[in-house]
């Protein structure tokens, strides 16, 4: 079982970047499957990004160009590069560790206004 813990969000305006960063404890780090996920309101989750335990990625073709993926595993750390943000980006971003099981952080918000 991980325990999964984000930070990095908040406040910024359209165009600004911001860094997820997701840490995780309680288990082999490397060998999960890691994403980012958000939540708008009034909107299911949805996909953002994902990494394998082996590095590849996948991306929503919204955030395409935009947003990077990417784990440290000697630091236990998933991290979500955010740049050109957009209004719409706006929505609680969720860190999910996938090992036979699907965990979940708490989640942190991101406002993207002027």
């Known amino acids: 079982q991980v325990q999964l813990v984000e930070s990095g969000g908040g406040l910024v305006q359209p165009g600004g970047s911001l860094r997820l960063s997701c840490a995780a404890s309680?288990?082999?780090?490397?060998?999960?499957?890691m994403g980012w996920y958000r939540q708008a309101p009034g909107k299911q989750r949805e996909l953002v990004a994902t990494i394998t335990s082996g590095g590849s990625t996948n991306y929503a073709d919204a955030v395409k160009g935009r947003f990077t993926i990417s784990r440290i595993n000697a630091k236990n750390t998933v991290y979500l590069q955010m740049n050109s943000l957009k209004p719409e980006d706006t929505a609680v971003y969720y860190c999910n560790g996938n090992y036979r099981h699907d965990y979940w952080g708490q989640g942190t918000q991101v406002t993207v206004s002027s």
């Open positions: 309680g288990s082999i780090f490397s060998i999960y499957a």
